[in-house]
């Protein structure tokens, strides 16, 4: 049966924004504004002109932005109570930006109508009506974002239809149904949504959600199926509170399982490096569990789950990771048996040999470290390594001779300074090396790399991405065992290293150990 095509309406860079620890700057907007576009959206919301210098700012910078396929849409209310519509400052602030769609929000729930804003019920309708028409009169698309419609219906579902009517009268191009508050289950979401688009049979609906019930694709999912065309969301999530409905999420549920039609369907595998990217421009680390694009999505860490997709990928994977841009992934612990590490061994170009007694050594000494409180689930570095050390492919690029880490609290000078000393054999030459900063963990990493520039330049360009302490014993107190994880980068590629002693400092050299190691097993060759 043809299904029709659904339109898809993003609003990270206005609703996404307005979630905690969110920020784009001006430049990051338009970035994430051409990636959208290029992904296939229909509609890029860019902010709300004249909430903030910084929305007021993108929208004169997109002037002179061409988009290939998406409008470009800017958000506000509608006219001020008892205010002529060609006299509220803010709905011109919303002519001049210039965007070829322009999306207001009106009251529907009476609630607000008498409470919040202060004004009658009969003038709340005016108000939509007479903004609707004027932005039309002035040759502009408009959707109409019917605010807190749920809750509105549920109070007086007469009010909360006339209110659509009026946008309808004004001549909206769409009226979208919003779960403001996020609370709508969906039973009542759905037997709500196809009331509407019954009685509006002559324009199109669409949904926007929250997440503050966990249901804010499940609801969008459920607003496609009782008949709506538009689907709002976020990249990744972001959003008031607990976030709006996750594009994410909604993009491959809606063209892979329910077999919609959209037009950015056929950039689906570019789905993970949208999101990331994203991720990128707001500073925010990627949530590694996020369904479809996280970077555990398809991992597997059971030796069951892991053989079994390995022989029938679609045994434990419910889509073909590459169909949004990810991929499996194997993890290692002591969980794993055989054919599991014999799997990751595969993912790094190698193949071992079943039988091979190397690779029994190898499991054994994999459980001993796991025991001891070594994890290897995100420390592909070191792992390579270990598994190269038994295969007996692994150069030794440096010997420690010793290492010391000196601590000074100088309350004179209200300073904390960190010294530390190490001592490498390298190629048959001591290498001596003294670096300070102001943590322990700096001052060694800068003292082993600075060891190690002379005879491996290539050194240099690692930099630490990011540094994690576990403690892993809590009844111990301060003597408990210290798991430390560090992420590496040379600018190019990312790895995982991992150490872990009952002496910080001393888990904290082997993980750092092991990421110079890795970049210089790399570089030489072993790059699969």
Same mark, same amino acid.
Not at 41 to 66: C, K, L, Q, T
Not at 267 to 282: G, I, P
């Given at each position: 049966?043809?299904?029709?095509?659904?339109?898809?309406?993003?609003?990270?860079?206005?609703?996404?924004?307005?979630?905690?620890?969110?920020?784009?700057?001006?430049?990051?907007?338009?970035?994430?504004?051409?990636?959208?576009? =290029?992904?296939?959206?229909? #509609?890029?919301?860019? /902010?709300?002109?004249?909430? &903030?210098?910084?929305?007021?700012?993108?929208?004169?910078?997109?002037?002179?932005?061409?988009?290939?396929?998406?409008?470009?849409?800017?958000? @506000?209310?509608?006219?001020?109570?008892?205010?002529?519509?060609?006299?509220?400052?803010?709905?011109?602030?919303?002519?001049?930006? @210039?965007?070829?769609?322009? %999306?207001?929000?009106?009251?529907?729930?009476?609630? =607000?109508?008498?409470?919040?804003?202060?004004?009658?019920?009969?003038?709340?309708?005016?108000?939509?009506?007479?903004?609707?028409?004027?932005?039309?009169?002035?040759?502009?698309?408009?959707?109409?974002?019917?605010?807190?419609?749920?809750?509105?219906?549920?109070?007086?579902?007469?009010?909360?239809?006339?209110?659509?009517?009026? !946008?309808?009268?004004?001549?909206?191009?769409?009226?979208?149904?919003?779960? %403001?508050?996020? /609370?709508?289950?969906?039973?009542?979401?759905?037997?709500?949504?196809?009331?509407?688009?019954?009685?509006?049979?002559?324009?199109?609906?669409?949904?926007?959600?929250?997440?503050?019930?966990?249901? +804010?694709?499940?609801?969008?999912?459920?607003?496609?199926?009782?008949?709506?065309?538009?689907?709002?969301?976020?990249?990744?999530?972001? *959003?008031?509170?607990?976030?709006?409905?996750?594009?994410?999420?909604?993009?491959?549920?809606?063209?892979?399982?329910?077999? #919609?039609?959209?037009?950015?369907?056929?950039? $689906? &595998?570019?789905?993970?490096?949208?999101?990331?990217?994203?991720?990128?421009?707001?500073? $925010?680390?990627?949530?590694?569990?996020?369904?479809?694009?996280?970077?555990?999505?398809?991992? =597997?860490? *059971? +030796?069951? =789950?892991?053989?079994?997709?390995?022989?029938?990928?679609?045994?434990?994977?419910?889509?073909?990771?590459?169909?949004? *841009?990810?991929?499996?992934?194997?993890?290692?612990?002591?969980?794993? *048996?055989?054919?599991?590490?014999?799997?990751?061994?595969?993912?790094? /170009?190698?193949?071992?040999? !079943?039988?091979?007694?190397?690779?029994?050594?190898?499991?054994?000494?994999?459980?001993? $470290?796991?025991?001891?409180?070594?994890?290897?689930?995100?420390?592909?570095?070191?792992?390579?390594?270990?598994?190269?050390?038994?295969?007996?492919?692994?150069?030794?690029?440096?010997?420690?001779?010793?290492?010391?880490?000196?601590?000074?609290?100088?309350?004179?000078?209200?300073?904390?300074?960190?010294?530390?000393?190490?001592?490498?054999?390298?190629?048959?030459?001591?290498?001596?090396?003294?670096?300070?900063?102001?943590?322990?963990?700096?001052?060694?990493? +800068?003292?082993?790399?600075?060891?190690?520039?002379?005879?491996?330049?290539?050194?240099?360009?690692?930099?630490? !991405?990011?540094?994690?302490?576990?403690?892993?014993?809590?009844?111990?107190?301060?003597?408990?065992?210290?798991?430390?994880?560090?992420?590496?980068?040379?600018?190019?590629?990312?790895?995982?290293?991992?150490?872990?002693?009952?002496?910080?400092?001393?888990?904290?050299?082997?993980?750092?150990?092991?990421?110079?190691? #890795?970049?210089?097993?790399?570089?030489? /060759?072993?790059?699969?």
């Amino acid at each position: 049966m043809h299904k029709p095509k659904i339109f898809t309406y993003d609003t990270t860079l206005r609703d996404g924004t307005q979630g905690e620890n969110v920020s784009f700057s001006v430049s990051s907007k338009l970035r994430v504004a051409e990636k959208l576009d =290029h992904f296939g959206i229909d #509609y890029i919301e860019g /902010g709300w002109p004249g909430s &903030n210098p910084r929305d007021m700012a993108f929208f004169d910078e997109a002037r002179d932005h061409v988009f290939k396929h998406a409008k470009l849409a800017a958000f @506000g209310s509608t006219r001020r109570a008892n205010v002529p519509v060609a006299e509220d400052a803010q709905i011109q602030l919303l002519l001049d930006a @210039g965007t070829p769609v322009i %999306t207001i929000f009106g009251k529907t729930w009476l609630l =607000h109508v008498t409470e919040i804003i202060r004004t009658t019920p009969e003038e709340n309708l005016a108000m939509i009506e007479d903004s609707v028409r004027h932005l039309k009169s002035q040759g502009r698309e408009v959707i109409y974002d019917a605010e807190h419609f749920f809750d509105g219906y549920k109070d007086n579902s007469e009010y909360a239809l006339k209110t659509l009517e009026a !946008a309808q009268r004004g001549g909206a191009d769409c009226i979208t149904l919003c779960d %403001t508050n996020g /609370g709508c289950m969906l039973s009542e979401f759905k037997e709500m949504v196809q009331i509407v688009v019954a009685r509006f049979p002559n324009i199109p609906v669409g949904v926007h959600c929250h997440d503050d019930s966990g249901l +804010g694709v499940a609801l969008t999912l459920a607003g496609v199926e009782a008949g709506v065309s538009l689907v709002q969301g976020t990249m990744n999530g972001y *959003g008031e509170r607990n976030g709006n409905a996750n594009m994410a999420s909604i993009l491959p549920n809606l063209s892979l399982k329910m077999h #919609y039609p959209m037009h950015c369907e056929s950039h $689906l &595998n570019r789905l993970r490096d949208l999101s990331l990217f994203v991720d990128e421009m707001a500073n $925010l680390r990627p949530n590694t569990r996020a369904p479809y694009v996280g970077a555990s999505s398809f991992a =597997h860490k *059971g +030796g069951v =789950h892991a053989d079994a997709a390995n022989k029938v990928a679609r045994s434990y994977e419910h889509i073909d990771p590459s169909l949004v *841009g990810n991929r499996t992934r194997v993890l290692v612990s002591d969980m794993s *048996g055989r054919s599991l590490v014999m799997m990751k061994a595969k993912e790094f /170009g190698l193949e071992i040999d !079943a039988r091979s007694p190397q690779l029994k050594d190898f499991l054994e000494e994999l459980k001993q $470290l796991e025991f001891r409180g070594y994890e290897f689930e995100a420390a592909d570095g070191s792992f390579r390594l270990l598994l190269d050390r038994f295969l007996n492919n692994k150069k030794d690029y440096f010997e420690l001779v010793s290492y010391r880490v000196i601590v000074e609290r100088n309350e004179e000078r209200d300073e904390i300074l960190s010294e530390a000393t190490v001592k490498l054999r390298v190629n048959g030459e001591l290498r001596h090396t003294v670096h300070e900063a102001r943590g322990p963990v700096g001052a060694l990493d +800068g003292a082993l790399r600075q060891a190690l520039e002379q005879d491996y330049p290539s050194v240099a360009q690692v930099k630490l !991405a990011d540094f994690k302490v576990r403690i892993l014993e809590s009844s111990d107190g301060a003597d408990a065992r210290i798991r430390v994880q560090v992420e590496s980068t040379d600018g190019e590629n990312y790895w995982g290293t991992v150490g872990a002693s009952d002496n910080i400092i001393e888990a904290s050299w082997e993980a750092l150990k092991d990421s110079v190691e #890795y970049k210089l097993h790399f570089d030489n /060759g072993h790059n699969s």
